[in-house]
């Protein structure tokens, strides 16, 4: 399990240690769900959504650093000239574009994840266990793009 203070650290790591250029919003409320919005003003946004009470942060956690997938994603696409592409694929609903746009911000997302677990000094089998735990969310999620 968890903590907040987890994602707390995380976020820290986060905005201060490896993007400046990225904020992050924690917001409390029933469920779950995040999102990332490209710079205004220079500057990268997350919205993360949380439940509270949060028995346990992992789900809160690994959405995060899907987003942060995202955020690198995004990088990507601008130094490529291919921002519109990033806009078709994050719009789209279902299909294997779409499972493969968002298995690619799951795989950025563990890098970056790994790194903060490093980072913070997280024991061997606990860094072992939480991607292996971010790994199975993530297929979770990615089912959900499938047609039909």
Not at 19 to 37: M, N, S
Not at 90 to 96: C, D, H, K, R, S
Not at 109 to 114: A, E, M, N, T
Request: aromatic share 16%; proline share 5%.
């Amino acid at each position: 399990m968890v903590t907040k203070q987890v994602l707390d650290q995380a976020k820290a790591y986060l905005c201060w240690d490896t993007f400046p250029d990225l904020t992050i919003k924690l917001i409390p409320l029933e469920q779950p769900v995040a999102f990332y919005t490209p710079p205004s003003a220079n500057m990268h946004t997350i919205v993360l959504f949380y439940p509270v009470p949060c028995d346990d942060y992992w789900p809160v956690l690994f959405l995060l650093f899907h987003e942060i997938g995202h955020y690198r994603q995004f990088q990507t696409s601008c130094t490529q000239g291919k921002e519109s592409h990033f806009w078709e694929c994050v719009n789209m609903a279902t299909g294997e574009e779409k499972i493969e746009f968002e298995a690619e911000s799951w795989e950025l997302g563990k890098r970056v994840l790994s790194d903060f677990l490093s980072h913070c000094h997280f024991s061997q089998g606990l860094q072992k266990y939480a991607i292996t735990q971010y790994q199975s969310y993530a297929a979770r999620c990615l089912n959900s793009y499938e047609d039909g």
